[in-house]
């Protein structure tokens, strides 16, 4: 089915350690988003690739990087984990910047102990 | 700048029950109104949207009217079903520069009991 798949789905990782979430759209959109999800916060932007070869800062980036490794992926990385960054970690992506509706990927459940 | 306000949950229903949850808004100029949808274990889905005042989006019994008076943009369902059992998100999206981001409500938890 054409949507957004996230990998992987669930992740334990202890304090300091690296990692990266991988996300793959096949919709030939645009636009790739990087949200995590909390209890009492709804969803935060991270990152956001408005176009192949641009990223730019969502409202939360401390402590996250990203790569648009094409116009079909777009990862996620953080480079020394903290408790704080546990959360669920959705990917999602546009046609455009300016195109109303995403297309979200289900979701990586990541703890951080 | 901008932002959604919606009803905190979690709400508890019957099965065909009347349904509404609560969204209001802040925005400068004409924003761009959407109601999305999470199942468990799910990502979110666009569940209807609303591009300009008075404009009314639907899809699976699910309505909002876009009320640019009370800036609100309330989902109703006439009945709902157990597999209604979700949560929503009110969003809004500015139509200009950075006001184009979506900004998101915290989400409404809707259970539905047989």
């Known amino acids: 089915n054409a949507g957004v798949t996230q990998t992987p789905k669930f992740q334990v990782l202890k304090t300091g350690q690296s990692m990266t979430l991988q996300c793959a759209q096949d919709m030939n959109h645009n636009s790739m988003y990087w949200y995590r999800q909390d209890p009492g916060m709804g969803l935060r932007l991270i990152y956001y690739?408005?176009?192949?070869?641009?990223?730019d800062k969502g409202e939360v980036p401390n402590g996250y990087n990203v790569s648009r490794l094409n116009k079909r992926e777009f990862s996620l990385r953080l480079e020394s984990a903290a408790p704080s960054q546990t959360s669920v970690y959705f990917c999602?992506?546009?046609?455009?910047?300016?195109?109303?509706?995403?297309?979200f990927g289900s979701g990586t459940r990541l703890t951080v102990v | 700048g901008n932002s959604v306000t919606q009803m905190e949950g979690p709400v508890t229903l019957s099965e065909e029950a009347f349904l509404t949850i609560n969204c209001t808004y802040t925005a400068t100029g004409y924003p761009s109104l959407f109601w999305y949808v999470q199942y468990p274990g799910e990502g979110l889905q666009l569940l209807l949207k609303a591009t300009k005042a008075d404009d009314k989006g639907s899809n699976k019994g699910f309505e909002a009217t876009y009320r640019k008076e009370t800036t609100s943009f309330h989902l109703e369902k006439g009945s709902v079903q157990v597999s209604d059992s979700a949560v929503y998100f009110c969003a809004l999206r500015g139509n200009a520069g950075n006001n184009r981001k979506l900004i998101w409500g915290l989400g409404t938890s809707l259970a539905v009991n047989p």
């Open positions: 690739s408005a176009s192949e070869g641009t990223t």
């Open positions: 999602a992506s546009s046609e455009s910047a300016g195109v109303l509706s995403y297309t």
